[in-house]
């Protein structure tokens, strides 16, 4: 079933923060945070594997609440490269299958 | 570095023709995913091998059908094209399925347009 995220837009001014939020109504093996620039591949940004997990790349940040069935993205000081559409993707825990479901998407844009 | 090589990456088809999307994945790759994105949409899954076997199926249409060769390559085959299926068709391949610890690398993808 596919992750919900929140918001679905968001409008930064250059060194803003904004934060993007996924959950899942399933319990979670990994939570996969992708960007995804306009007519091109959604890049890996980083993975999560266990609740209470937070890895940064960059000044781009995330945390995994395994409890809540819950990550969050953070885009800190955002630059106008971090521009373009994020999406999580998720693994349930019990499952026999191996593909992310993606959500629908949170389109990020950065203004000078 | 290699990353995973789609072809064409642009294709125009006519409604009731076939189209083959190609994907080549990342040397020692094992897995390969095949993942549909209509505009201003999500990737919706289709279908993933895993040493070339399927391994899993998405919301596939039965029009299409899709298989993993002997050196991990990738091929989709879609018949009787609809105007509905023209979409950005994107491959990923990743590292092993014994679940994901691993994030996909997605080809550049193909854009298939049917008229």
């Known amino acids: 079933q596919q992750p919900v995220q929140s918001p679905q837009a968001v409008i930064l001014r250059e060194g803003e923060d904004a934060v993007i939020n996924c959950s899942s109504s399933?319990?979670?093996?990994?939570v996969h945070w992708y960007r995804q620039k306009h007519g091109e591949a959604p890049v890996f940004l980083m993975i999560?594997?266990?609740?209470?997990e937070q890895k940064g790349h960059d000044k781009i940040s995330a945390s995994f609440n395994e409890k809540k069935q819950q990550s969050s993205l953070y885009l800190t000081a955002s630059q106008l490269s971090y521009s373009g559409t994020y999406f999580c993707?998720?693994?349930?825990?019990?499952?026999?299958?191996?593909?992310?479901?993606f959500g629908a998407g949170t389109t990020v844009t950065v203004r000078a | 570095a290699a990353g995973v090589i789609q072809s064409p990456r642009h294709l125009i088809k006519e409604k009731r023709e076939t189209a083959t999307l190609k994907c080549y994945p990342i040397p020692r790759h094992d897995t390969v995913y095949w993942y549909q994105q209509g505009p201003g949409q999500d990737p919706q899954f289709l279908i993933s091998f895993y040493e070339k076997m399927q391994s899993d199926k998405g919301s596939i249409p039965d029009r299409f059908s899709a298989q993993q060769f002997s050196d991990y390559h990738s091929e989709l085959n879609m018949s009787s094209l609809e105007l509905g299926d023209s979409a950005l068709y994107f491959c990923?391949?990743?590292?092993?399925?014994?679940?994901?610890?691993?994030?996909?690398?997605f080809g550049s993808g193909t854009r298939l347009t049917v008229v």
């Open positions: 999560l594997l266990k609740g209470g």
């Open positions: 990923a391949s990743s590292l092993g399925t014994a679940k994901l610890n691993y994030g996909y690398t």
């Open positions: 399933k319990a979670l093996y990994s």
């Open positions: 993707g998720t693994e349930p825990k019990l499952s026999n299958d191996y593909k992310l479901s």
